[in-house]
């Protein structure tokens, strides 16, 4: 009997969770860095009491996000680990600001608990065998990158490398 393999859904190469992943980083960070450029601009919005340093927070994690999102788009491995260093530091800030302990001064605790809950799914889902195998590990087939590999190292080393 052989083995069938499981059915993988794709969109552009991407698996679905990649896709997904992406989609939300991509809203959460739009509407994070909208939110924290409003509060930095009107300062003195009257629906949501908040200070300079969450307006700069929120701003700058939905840059991050933004910035992450596209990068893990394409593979790249620098997403996978700024998006992990990002749902970290968001867990901890929040998991602060609900145990009231120090922490970013304005963080609003309703926002605290889904926040925790998304980025612990994040991570759970970025630290997959196979998820983290994409990025931090080089495609075997990649004929052209083994060509210009061994290129290099002859010209550096100064000897063939098979």
Do not use: C
Not at 15 to 24: E, H, K, Q, R, T
Not at 79 to 91: C, H, K, R, Y
Not at 128 to 145: A, D, G, H, S, W
Request: hydrophobic share 50%.
């Amino acid at each position: 009997m052989s083995k069938k393999q499981p059915l993988i859904i794709t969109y552009k190469g991407r698996s679905l969770g990649i896709v997904i992943l992406v989609v939300a980083q991509l809203i959460i960070g739009a509407i994070h860095a909208f939110f924290g450029l409003l509060l930095l601009t009107y300062e003195n919005l009257s629906f949501f009491p908040a200070t300079t340093v969450y307006d700069v927070y929120t701003f700058v994690f939905g840059l991050l996000a933004l910035v992450f999102a596209v990068f893990i788009w394409q593979g790249k491995k620098v997403g996978w680990i700024g998006t992990v260093a990002v749902s970290l530091f968001v867990i901890a800030a929040d998991s602060l600001t609900i145990l009231d302990l120090p922490s970013i001064p304005g963080i609003p605790k309703f926002a605290g608990f889904t926040e925790i809950v998304y980025s612990v799914l994040v991570l759970g889902y970025l630290l997959q065998n196979r998820i983290r195998r994409k990025y931090f590990e080089p495609e075997k087939n990649n004929l052209v990158q083994q060509h210009f590999e061994s290129i290099s190292n002859y010209l550096y080393f100064g000897l063939k490398v098979e």
